[in-house]
């Protein structure tokens, strides 16, 4: 380095000692801009005149503790939360169709009903069916109750040998017949009762109605048709709660939990913000 002059010295003497830490601060801080050779480079600062106060400039702010917010943000399908697809349970032909599309329907709102005449012809069957066979039950009982009485009789005469063993035997077989028609009419009961309760519940069914509340979405039939059990005939979606079913990307995972709020936007709701929860 070249010798300073004697008044360069003395003019580095009369800086004050807070002006000399700050030249030095500068000095540090702009050193790598002063070296530099490029045409872009920053103008030079430069240092404060002799005598001058050099305040330095302190921002201070408070450190609080709180929840850092990393939105995730992605595209996906917004479904219902229930929907329904109805069919026919029981064939016939569609006598009335109550809704259209676009109508809004409450739970066990009727919807639609087919000609019942056949399915009441079946219901009185199996009910006639019903009673014949009771009536012939009682008759059933009233024989084995004879035949029990019949039986003991014999049984007091055989004791003494007045009467003999063959028909001791026969009177005994008769008593069996008799308890197992009785068995056999209360099997027959049960078969009957099942066939009326199965055409009453066809007889039912022969009224469709909405098994939720919702939105007919779409009508897959009309009036006079003739339906096979089956076959599709409403479409119903309760729309006051859906779900959104989201793409992920697996390195964003991490970032969402079950409970977290979210927010919903659609493209033809623009200006519109649903709140939700993660469910899944």
């Known amino acids: 380095m070249k010798a300073m002059n004697t008044e360069t010295m003395r003019g580095l003497r009369k800086i004050t000692p807070v002006t000399g830490v700050a030249l030095f601060l500068l000095a540090l801080l702009f050193f790598p801009a002063g070296c530099s050779d490029r045409e872009d480079a920053p103008a030079r600062i430069q240092p404060p005149q002799e005598g001058e106060q050099v305040r330095p400039r302190v921002d201070v702010i408070s450190v609080r503790k709180g929840d850092i917010y990393l939105p995730v943000q992605s595209t996906g399908t917004v479904t219902p939360y229930r929907e329904s697809r109805l069919s026919a349970k029981v064939s016939g032909r569609l006598a009335r169709v109550s809704v259209d599309e676009g109508d809004l329907v409450s739970t066990g709102q009727i919807l639609a009903k087919l000609e019942r005449e056949d399915f009441e012809l079946s219901r009185d069957s199996a009910a006639a069916q019903v009673t014949m066979s009771k009536a012939s039950l009682n008759e059933a009982l009233l024989n084995l109750e004879h035949a029990e009485r019949e039986m003991k009789r014999m049984e007091r005469l055989f004791e003494r040998e007045a009467v003999s063993r063959q028909k001791y035997d026969e009177v005994v077989t008769a008593h069996a017949m008799a308890r197992a028609r009785v068995e056999a009419l209360n099997a027959q009961i049960q078969g009957t009762e099942a066939s009326l309760e199965l055409a009453e519940r066809q007889l ?77």
Do not use: C, Y
């Open 204 to 280: 039912r069914d022969a009224i469709i109605t909405s098994p939720i509340p919702g939105d007919v979405t779409s009508t897959m039939v009309n009036e006079g048709e003739v339906i096979a059990s089956g076959s599709p005939l409403f479409w119903i979606m309760d729309v006051d709660l859906v779900r959104a079913e989201v793409k992920i990307p697996e390195t964003d995972l991490q970032k969402i939990a079950p409970g977290m709020p979210a927010e919903v936007v659609f493209d033809a709701l623009a200006h519109r913000t649903f709140d939700g929860v993660i469910s899944e």
